[in-house]
């Protein structure tokens, strides 16, 4: 009986684990596409963020990666209170699969990414269900210094705690934004230098004996013998110099094994080289490398200004001016 007065009863639930049995030929819309101008019926996948339920309805926050879009479920023809209560007892960072129709919204809500639009949800399935007890709230992970100042020690998430959740941790807004930030800075490295003739190479990080001397290398174990991590790939990009390469760069891991007594150390970072011939004056290689710290400038400001505002947002910063070229 309880079926018979479900009439939403094949439009949510719990999905089966997916394994590859089918292809249904559907398509996903990203979040990140749905504007005023997308007012048809989509399909979203996406990260439950917050639910709140209100009477008949029900709001659910969706998140893609660091997009966000207000979803609404209410009582109607098609749409059972059944379906409101299952939607308002979705746990946070749960995966779902929501179709509805976008609709443009009177006022916009400056909660989510996408403020001029909302989805009204008739298909709400958990593709892959959250714990109930998450280790880390998002919102509070998500809080800049401002915040924690303003509402206390209660709202704030420890380092360990991210550390020892770090998959949840690298979820937020935030650090969704440095990621995506960190790729650009490599990808803009790469197209400057590519545009000007450089020859990308790739360099051992084994190698047999130290690469600059000195105490700071790392010891490996290599089969019968011993090995050291790479502290610079400087070697390899002049012996390429010296092959007739005449421009190359490399983006690698560099390992140091300084004992640093500062919460920054530099035993493991990525570096981003480049060896150049030059003809007669090292003028040369500082015009090269001014242009490209520009064309990189240039890159983050006009290609990436959500991601920038995002991370302006969390640690409190002015914007940064630069010069189009090196001086003279």
Request: proline share 2%; aromatic share 8%.
């Amino acid at each position: 009986s309880s079926d018979l007065e479900d009439i939403a009863k094949d439009r949510y639930g719990i999905l089966p684990v997916i394994q590859s049995s089918e292809k249904t030929g559907r398509t996903w819309t990203k979040i990140s596409e749905l504007t005023a101008a997308t007012e048809n019926d989509v399909l979203v996948r996406a990260r439950v963020h917050t639910t709140r339920a209100t009477g008949r309805q029900c709001f659910v926050v969706l998140r893609q990666q660091h997009y966000s879009i207000q979803g609404l479920v209410f009582v109607n023809d098609t749409i059972s209170k059944q379906m409101v209560k299952f939607a308002a007892g979705l746990n946070r960072e749960s995966i779902v699969d929501v179709g509805g129709v976008v609709k443009s919204v009177e006022e916009k809500i400056t909660s989510v990414s996408q403020q001029n639009v909302e989805i009204h949800i008739d298909r709400l399935f958990v593709v892959s269900n959250s714990l109930a007890r998450l280790p880390l709230q998002l919102d509070d992970a998500t809080k800049s210094k401002q915040d924690e100042a303003e509402e206390g020690p209660s709202a704030h998430v420890n380092q360990d705690v991210r550390l020892d959740n770090r998959i949840i941790d690298l979820r937020t807004v935030t650090n969704q934004a440095i990621f995506r930030l960190q790729a650009g800075v490599c990808r803009l490295f790469w197209e400057y230098l590519t545009s000007k003739d450089f020859v990308e190479i790739h360099t051992p990080k084994i190698i047999s004996a130290a690469s600059e001397g000195g105490a700071n290398v790392f010891t490996v174990s290599y089969f019968k013998g011993n090995a050291y991590l790479a502290q610079s790939p400087q070697l390899y990009k002049q012996m390429a110099l010296a092959a007739d390469f005449d421009r190359v760069f490399t983006v690698g891991a560099v390992f140091r094994a300084e004992d640093s007594n500062t919460h920054r150390h530099l035993t493991e970072f990525v570096g981003m080289d480049l060896e150049m011939s030059i003809r007669e004056h090292y003028h040369e290689a500082m015009d090269v490398i001014g242009e490209m710290f520009a064309h990189i400038f240039k890159g983050l400001r006009d290609q990436y200004k959500p991601e920038l505002a995002t991370v302006r947002n969390n640690f409190r910063s002015n914007r940064s001016n630069f010069l189009n070229r090196a001086c003279d």
